[in-house]
């Protein structure tokens, strides 16, 4: 059984850092691309980052030039470190493989 566990979230000031983690369990980790999508209040889930099984990446304009989306296979680990915050990015963030999600980990940006 797959299953996505996410981690790292929480409330931190405007221009500060987080990083979230996912961990996936089953085999869906190694040779499938990894994402990261956000929902905020009111609006429809969007993509943050994407990973392939090789390292290439693709990000959201709003992600570009603060976010860093990476894996560690041996982990089976997903991460996305977020720099330099700002309160439109307060989400839930939610880990993505295939058809399988996480249940999201909330993060919050106060000004």
């Known amino acids: 059984q797959v299953q996505l566990v996410e981690s790292g979230g929480g409330l931190v000031q405007a221009g500060g850092s987080l990083r979230l983690s996912c961990v996936a369990s089953?085999?869906?980790?190694?040779?499938?691309?990894m994402g990261w999508y956000r929902q905020a209040p009111g609006k429809q889930r969007e993509m943050v980052a994407i990973?392939?099984?090789?390292?290439?990446?693709t990000y959201a304009d709003s992600a570009k030039g603060r976010f860093t989306i990476s894996r560690d296979n041996a982990k089976n680990t997903v991460y996305l470190q977020m720099n330099s915050l700002k309160p439109e990015d307060t989400a839930g963030y939610y880990c993505?493989?295939?058809?399988?999600w996480g249940k999201g980990t909330l993060v919050t940006v106060s000004s």
């Open positions: 089953g085999s869906i980790f190694r040779f499938n691309a």
């Open positions: 990973i392939s099984p090789g390292g290439t990446t």
């Open positions: 993505n493989g295939r058809e399988y």
